[in-house]
Nanobody, 112 residues
């Protein structure tokens, strides 16, 4: 199983960024996928989840209305579109698959 995040970086407050996770090694289309994040000194928290067919999504209260999770089962990818980014969105973002499969994490820094 491999989960590879991409798309992170430095963005100004109010800006947008899209993270992508490329999955391999398992039947991607059968499993819900999630994004988590961990800010310095804080516990890892779940940001968003999307069901296997993409019909249902979950968002943490802190990101509702400005993050959107989506997936492409033909390409085995799950994306996290982030808009109106704020300083408190700065964190390492992780893609999570079934069981305890995690990506290596990617840094998102929101700063002017």
């Amino acid at each position: 199983v491999q989960l590879m995040e991409s798309g992170g970086g430095l963005v100004q407050p109010g800006g947008s960024l899209t993270l992508s996770c490329a999955a391999s090694g398992f039947a991607f289309r059968l499993y819900a996928m999630s994004w988590y994040r961990q800010a310095p000194g804080k516990e890892r928290e779940r940001v968003a989840t999307i069901t296997s067919a993409g019909g249902t999504t979950y968002y943490a209260d802190s990101v509702k209305g400005h993050f959107t999770i989506s997936r492409d089962n033909a390409k085995n990818t799950v994306n996290l579109q982030m808009s109106s980014l704020r300083d408190e969105d700065t964190a390492v973002y992780y893609c999570k698959g079934p069981s305890e499969y995690w990506g290596q994490g990617i840094q998102v820094t929101v700063s002017s």
